[in-house]
Each structure stands twice: as C-alpha cells, then as structure tokens.
C-alpha cells in the first residue's frame, strides 16, 4: 500500500488500495461497508501532503457516485452543519436524498447553548418533511381509502359546477384560475352565436317583397326586416342548392367564400363525433325566379291555389343550412363541456395520472351524453323539415306581408293635405294590381314561407338551445357535467378504484420513506426538548 509517514521519502498517509475483511456465514447480509477517509482542507505537517487532500477527496467522490452505495455522512455535532462539505457532495451525488443518512457524532462536545442551533434545524427540517408528506396528501392504499379520496373530489367537483351553471364566480376562487370554468357565461354566448346565425345566414336565399317580382333593382324589393342582411356587409355567399331549380337561378353563386359553423374547436379526443364544417356567409338572391320554376315544373290543374306539397319542398330547401348551423353549435357546446370538465378535473386533483384514469373510467358516459344531445339535435331538424304552427304569429306575418306589398304598389301615389296628412286618391289603389294568376301564386307561396319562418326560426333555436344542449348537456337531470358525481364514484369495483386512485409505486415509497423520516425527526425534537 506504501503506507507511512509523509516525512519517510515516498510514504503516503493514504491509498487507493482497500484493506478488505469478509465475514462469511450463513446468516450474514450481502452488504459491504467501506470506512473511507473524512474530507479535509489542511494538510499536517509530516502527517499528511496536498496529495492527500486531493487523494481522499477523489476516493470518496468514487464510492458516492456508486448508485447502489448507501451515503453515511458523518457530521460532528458541535460543528455548523451549514459548514460541512461532506453534505454538499452527497448532495451532487444523491440530488433526491434517497440514499443518504446524516449521522450525527460526538453530541457530548457540544458547547451550552449551541444545541438550540440544532433544535432549529431538526424543526425546520420536520416542517419540511410534514409539507411534503401532506402534499401527497391521505394515504390511499385500500379500497376504502381510495373511495374516500374520489368522493371528497367529486363533492368538490360537483360543488363548483353547481356555482359555475348559475354563473355565480365569485363563489369559489377556482374561477379566477381560468375563463374556461365560467360554463354559463360560455353556454350563453353560443347560444346568442347561433340564433344570429340562423338568422343571419339559416336561408338559402333572401325573401323578398314588392309590388313585383323584379329582384333586379336595388334594395327597393327588400323589406325593413331582410335588409339587416344587407347591414351586415356579408359579402360571401350561399349554400347552392342541389337540386336543378335552385342551382340554374341567375343570382345563384359559386359559394367560393365560406365561413365556419363551429366556434369552440379544440384538439380533444371527441374530433370523431362532432360536426365540423363551413357554409356561405349569406343566402342567395333569386328566390321568386327560383319558387316560379319550381311551381312551373310541378302545376297543376289548381285555380289561383298550388300543390300543398309545395310548401314542404320549399321549405326544406330553404332551411338546408339548418344542419350544419345546428349541428355546428351543439358540436360546441359539446366541445365547451368537455373542456369545462378536464380544466376543473385539473384545478382539484393535481396528479396527472389520476385525473387521466379517472376521465379514461367516466368516457364512455360522457360520450352517451354527448351523443343524446347529437341526436336530440337530428331529432329537432326531422320535425322542422315538416312545416307546422298554430302560433297566431304566423297570420300576422302574413297579413303584415299583403300590407307591405299594397304599401309597396301606392309609393310615389301619396300626396299631403292641408294638415300635412298623407292621403292616396281612391283611384290609385286599383292601378297596377293586374298581375297574372302564376305571378299572384308565386307571390303568395313567397309570403308563406317569409310568415312561417320568422315564426319557426325562434322555436327552431329555442329547441335545440333547450332540448339538446341544455337538457343533455348543462342543466339537465343527467347532464355531462353531473356525471362526476357521489353516486358515480360509489359504483366503482375495487378495481376501478385502485386503477383511479391507487397510488403508484414511487408515491408509495416516498410516502413510506417521509412518513419514517418524520417519525425519526420528532424523536430527535423531543429528544432536543429533554437536553
């Protein structure tokens, strides 16, 4: 080894060599352990060499970077611990302290008073370990337990949705974490979206009115309600018909400039079963040319009336954008709900693989849901392709229509009494009403389907705001966002619950190994208290 004093020439207070004792037995452990120098700074004067300093340090390096070593660090205790090297080293070597031990020597050297500096650290210390300990929170090692833990976070769950569908967000601070809690607030300004929607791009192609069917010059044929389409600057294009009476209209346009149905996209795992897909910003013009072909190819025998299947067949092609708006906003409120219930899931349960368990068990009950909402939306669109109403609202509208066009056929008739009242000559009010039987019948068919559809419109969006996004969705007995619920969690097998809750191995050890850690600390205060 040349072991020997540093004044006998090449003798060396320290070796690499290692001086090893094996005890065999049957009983012995497999454990080796190795006594290596302790850390030095000074060299001794014929006793140790700056070699030495660097020698030793190098060996003890050596052992700790060996992961399967055990780190004994050795600290007197009448020493600042803060000063001790020997602890920075294992702490480089061994980041997560999991194979280290403080060993603290020579307690009988300890000066009066200095224990109080150790008192500190041992509290300190615990406080620590205690924060760490709760921050993995209840031990969840049985069934019961890990029904316990899901219940209290379903309470939570539920107790926050309640506050979030009667927007009251100053309920819980939750809703100061992210927009994307405040559901009530989201589910309303949708559903504002898609009756400006309907309303705004839901026809084919603009109704009109008149004291012609001329639709060529200017706005003059638009009535004070259908020129808010022209308010709004769309300048893209309607749906195109596919049917040959539609799509051979003069005003028909190519529909090169589309615009979304869908306001709320984001990457989920839902992209299969919801609605994606664009329309024309606004309808077409060319609506009587279009009815009078229409009519043209399907009279009768009739006098002054039409085929009562006429009105259906216009209909449904002039609500065929319906779908897709419809369709489109339920999409949303759907993707809207999805997101709510992973952001919340987020806010109360921080491990992530917990709340990925836990969403992967409640899917295929969400997508039940989300799906009854999809089809109470197709259910709505089959009963509205069929046109009927006994609201008195429609004959008003269709009276209010036979006024604007006789308003229409007196313009520049008007003239002003002495009282500045505005009269027409009797006379007046029977020129230019000679129109022709097919033009009287296109007139009132048009008159129809305006009168009708200011009146369905209304309740088209009501019912799917209510019946399919509301009912299945929100506010509904068995909505989506109640499916995270007390009686959810109390139907889960043993299995689900340790699949959901059951902790997993590393979370296991640490919790064993903090729970030993604070039991050994509180010793040591106690210990501490007596001394």
Same mark, same amino acid.
């Given at each position: 080894?040349?072991?020997?004093?540093?004044?006998?020439?090449?003798?060396?207070?320290?070796?690499?060599?290692?001086?090893?004792?094996?005890?065999?037995?049957?009983?012995?452990?497999?454990?080796?352990?190795?006594?290596?120098?302790?850390?030095?700074? #000074?060299?001794t004067e014929g006793v140790t060499t700056q070699s030495d300093i660097a020698s030793v340090r190098a060996m003890v390096e050596r052992y700790m970077a060996n992961p399967r070593s055990i780190i004994m660090a050795v600290v007197p205790a009448n020493v600042d611990i803060a000063t001790q090297e020997i602890l920075e080293m294992a702490k480089v070597h061994d980041p997560a302290e999991q194979r280290t031990l403080g060993v603290l020597t020579k307690p009988d050297l300890v000066d009066k008073g200095a224990e109080y500096n150790v008192r500190t650290d041992v509290m300190q210390n615990l406080k620590a370990s205690e924060k760490k300990l709760n921050a993995l929170?209840?031990?969840?090692?049985?069934?019961?337990?890990?029904?316990?833990?899901?219940? #209290?976070?379903?309470?939570?769950?539920?107790?926050?949705?309640?506050?979030?569908?009667?927007?009251?967000?100053?309920?819980d601070d939750a809703f100061e974490s992210t927009s994307r809690l405040r559901l009530a607030t989201a589910v309303v300004t949708r559903n504002e979206l898609f009756s400006n929607d309907v309303w705004r791009r839901g026809l084919t192609m603009k109704f009109v009115y008149g004291k012609s069917s001329d639709e060529h010059a200017g706005n003059d044929g638009i009535s004070v309600e259908d020129q808010d389409f022209e308010d709004q600057n769309y300048e893209h294009q309607s749906l195109s018909d596919s049917d040959e009476a539609a799509s051979s209209s003069n005003n028909s346009q190519s529909g090169d400039d589309m615009v979304p149905t869908r306001y709320h996209i984001v990457d989920d795992d839902l992209d299969d079963m919801l609605y994606n897909e664009n329309i024309p910003a606004s309808p077409d013009k060319g609506i009587m040319k279009w009815m009078e072909k229409v009519y043209n190819s399907s009279r009768g025998y009739e006098m002054g009336t039409f085929?009562?299947?006429?009105?259906?067949?216009?209909?449904?092609?002039?609500?065929?954008?319906?779908?897709?708006?419809?369709?489109?906003?339920?999409?949303?409120?759907?993707?809207?709900?999805?997101?709510?219930?992973?952001?919340?899931?987020?806010?109360?349960?921080?491990?992530?693989?917990?709340?990925?368990?836990?969403?992967?068990?409640?899917?295929?009950?969400?997508?039940?849901?989300?799906?009854?909402?999809?089809?109470?939306?197709?259910?709505?669109?089959?009963?509205?392709?069929?046109?009927?109403?006994?609201?008195?609202?429609?004959?008003?509208?269709?009276?209010?229509?036979?006024?604007?066009?006789?308003?229409?056929?007196?313009?520049?008739?008007?003239?002003?009494?002495?009282?500045?009242?505005?009269?027409?000559?009797?006379?007046?009010?029977?020129?230019?009403?000679?129109?022709?039987?097919?033009?009287?019948?296109?007139?009132?068919?048009?008159?129809?389907?305006?009168?009708?559809?200011?009146?369905?419109?209304?309740?088209?969006?009501?019912?799917?705001?209510?019946?399919?996004?509301?009912?299945?969705?929100?506010?509904?007995?068995d909505t989506a966002v109640k499916v995270f619920s007390p009686s959810f969690v109390s139907?889960?097998?043993?299995?689900?619950?340790?699949?959901?809750?059951?902790?997993?191995?590393?979370?296991?050890?640490?919790?064993?190994?903090?729970?030993?850690?604070?039991?050994?600390?509180?010793?040591?205060?106690?210990?501490?208290?007596?001394?």
């Open positions: 080894m040349g072991i020997g004093n540093a004044t006998a020439g090449a003798k060396k207070s320290f070796s690499d060599d290692v001086l090893k004792i094996e005890v065999i037995g049957p009983d012995q452990q497999h454990l080796g352990v190795v006594d290596v120098p302790g850390i030095f700074r #000074k060299i929170g209840p031990s969840r090692e049985t069934w019961e337990q890990q029904q316990k833990y899901l219940l #209290k976070l379903a309470d939570r769950f539920q107790s926050i949705t309640a506050n979030a569908l009667e927007a009251r967000y100053a309920g085929d009562v299947s006429l009105v259906p067949f216009m209909w449904k092609k002039q609500t065929l954008k319906w779908e897709d708006l419809a369709f489109g906003y339920t999409s949303d409120i759907v993707s809207t709900v999805h997101t709510y219930i992973r952001e919340l899931l987020k806010e109360i349960c921080e491990e992530d693989r917990v709340r990925s368990a836990l969403l992967s068990v409640m899917m295929d009950q969400l997508i039940e849901r989300y799906k009854r909402a999809m089809d109470q939306t197709h259910s709505i669109l089959e009963v509205e392709h069929n046109p009927m109403t006994y609201n008195h609202y429609f004959a008003q509208n269709l009276e209010k229509c036979h006024q604007e066009r006789t308003k229409a056929l007196i313009e520049g008739k008007t003239f002003h009494d002495g009282d500045n009242r505005e009269l027409v000559e009797v006379s007046a009010l029977f020129q230019n009403m000679n129109i022709s039987n097919l033009q009287s019948t296109v007139q009132h068919l048009h008159d129809i389907l305006k009168s009708y559809y200011k009146v369905s419109r209304k309740r088209f969006v009501d019912n799917v705001c209510m019946q399919a996004a509301d009912r299945h969705l929100t506010r509904g007995p139907g889960l097998t043993p299995e689900q619950l340790e699949r959901i809750a059951g902790e997993d191995v590393s979370t296991k050890k640490k919790r064993v190994e903090l729970t030993r850690h604070v039991e050994n600390l509180k010793k040591a205060r106690n210990l501490l208290v007596v001394v």
